[in-house]
């Protein structure tokens, strides 16, 4: 039996009954319940809406970016720091599943000075996403639409993204298919995140468009979590943005690695990041010349780590 769409105000869109949103392309029926890779259904599936003052400055300003976070993943990092909603179904929260409900949460946080609004997490929820912006849009708001994915991306979905997404801000992990594999269980995630990383850059290049705030309204920042005990991944990582994509694009570099209790037992991720490990690597970021971007404070480790236990999850932050 199909899921009944009587809370959905849009259709389910048709894609989702053979889905290829992400590189898993999976193929799963999820107009008839949780499938694929994600096991996740036809409904948005959000997990918090909330404000946030994240990583970059740019993004969302002084008065914060309104984060739409998407409940599973097509990732399974074993040290992922959204790991409440990243691999729980019941992480999802009921009165998210509704598009008006969704569009009158994110309205209440543009009213209150938000000018930006983030999918977190988005990949595999892009046609929820879109159904979400057109909602929005359809309500008279159009506010700066941020993608902030794992870079595990399918091309041919970003192209649909062209001239909706205004900022692109991707996490690129690996440069080692190893690691990607036992960490995220993506054997493939290199050659993909590279072609999905030049797809971005192909509709943005490295120009960082801000209003007279300072706020981001188009553009492309690539953000990069640096793991203890795995600065040559890192490394590389910064060598083909440099090499391949442009030193001019802007680089998040994070030092926030914060070890979760899956992997407190594990020879490398079970520890936090060393200064020595991150100033080595934002070393190697300044002699490729890749100038433009953030670097943080070493010893911030758990300081940008969420709750979603709370209707806020980074408020104590």
């Given at each position: 039996?199909?899921?009944?769409?009587a809370?959905?105000?849009?259709?389910?869109?048709?894609?989702?009954?053979?889905c290829?949103?992400?590189?898993?392309?999976?193929?799963?029926?999820?107009?008839?319940?949780?499938?694929?890779?994600?096991?996740?259904?036809?409904?948005?599936g959000?997990?918090?809406?909330?404000?946030?003052?994240g990583?970059?400055p740019?993004?969302?300003?002084?008065?914060?970016?309104?984060?739409?976070?998407?409940?599973?993943?097509?990732?399974?990092c074993?040290?992922?720091?959204?790991?409440?909603?990243?691999?729980?179904?019941?992480?999802?929260?009921?009165?998210?599943?509704?598009?008006?409900?969704?569009?009158?949460?994110?309205?209440?946080?543009?009213?209150?000075?938000?000018?930006?609004?983030?999918?977190?997490?988005?990949?595999?929820?892009?046609?929820?996403?879109?159904?979400?912006?057109?909602?929005?849009?359809?309500?008279?708001?159009?506010?700066?639409i941020?993608?902030?994915?794992?870079?595990?991306?399918?091309?041919?979905?970003?192209?649909?993204?062209?001239g909706?997404?205004?900022?692109?801000?991707?996490?690129?992990?690996?440069?080692?298919?190893?690691?990607?594999?036992?960490?995220?269980?993506?054997?493939?995630?290199?050659?993909?995140?590279?072609?999905a990383?030049?797809e971005?850059?192909?509709?943005?290049?490295?120009?960082?468009?801000?209003?007279?705030?300072?706020?981001?309204?188009?553009?492309?920042?690539?953000?990069?979590?640096v793991?203890?005990g795995?600065?040559?991944?890192?490394?590389?990582?910064?060598?083909?943005?440099?090499?391949?994509?442009?030193?001019?694009?802007?680089?998040?570099?994070?030092?926030?690695?914060?070890?979760?209790?899956?992997?407190?037992?594990?020879?490398?991720?079970?520890?936090?990041?060393?200064?020595?490990?991150y100033?080595?690597?934002?070393?190697?970021?300044?002699?490729?010349?890749?100038?433009k971007?953030?670097?943080?404070?070493?010893?911030?480790?758990?300081?940008?780590?969420?709750?979603?236990?709370?209707?806020?999850?980074?408020?104590?932050?």
């Amino acid at each position: 039996m199909k899921l009944t769409d009587a809370y959905f105000p849009y259709s389910f869109p048709a894609e989702l009954a053979d889905c290829v949103c992400c590189p898993r392309e999976c193929h799963a029926d999820r107009t008839a319940g949780p499938g694929g890779y994600c096991k996740s259904d036809a409904f948005p599936g959000v997990s918090s809406i909330c404000l946030h003052r994240g990583e970059e400055p740019v993004i969302g300003g002084e008065q914060g970016i309104c984060n739409v976070f998407f409940g599973r993943c097509n990732l399974q990092c074993i040290y992922c720091q959204n790991w409440q909603i990243s691999s729980r179904n019941e992480a999802i929260q009921i009165e998210y599943q509704r598009i008006d409900s969704i569009v009158h949460a994110i309205s209440k946080l543009l009213d209150e000075g938000c000018r930006a609004v983030g999918f977190v997490s988005p990949s595999h929820m892009v046609p929820q996403m879109l159904a979400i912006i057109n909602a929005l849009n359809d309500s008279g708001r159009k506010p700066v639409i941020v993608y902030n994915s794992n870079g595990y991306d399918r091309v041919e979905t970003l192209k649909m993204l062209e001239g909706i997404v205004d900022v692109y801000l991707p996490d690129l992990k690996y440069m080692d298919s190893r690691l990607a594999h036992e960490y995220s269980d993506t054997g493939n995630y290199v050659s993909v995140a590279r072609k999905a990383l030049k797809e971005m850059f192909r509709q943005k290049g490295t120009a960082l468009i801000t209003d007279d705030a300072g706020q981001a309204l188009s553009g492309l920042i690539i953000r990069h979590l640096v793991l203890p005990g795995n600065i040559e991944n890192s490394m590389n990582v910064l060598r083909f943005i440099a090499e391949e994509l442009s030193p001019g694009i802007h680089i998040s570099l994070m030092s926030q690695y914060f070890p979760m209790p899956a992997v407190a037992g594990h020879p490398l991720l079970g520890r936090a990041l060393t200064e020595l490990e991150y100033k080595l690597v934002a070393e190697e970021m300044e002699a490729l010349g890749l100038f433009k971007g953030w670097i943080q404070e070493a010893g911030s480790s758990g300081s940008y780590l969420p709750d979603f236990c709370f209707d806020h999850p980074f408020e104590k932050y």
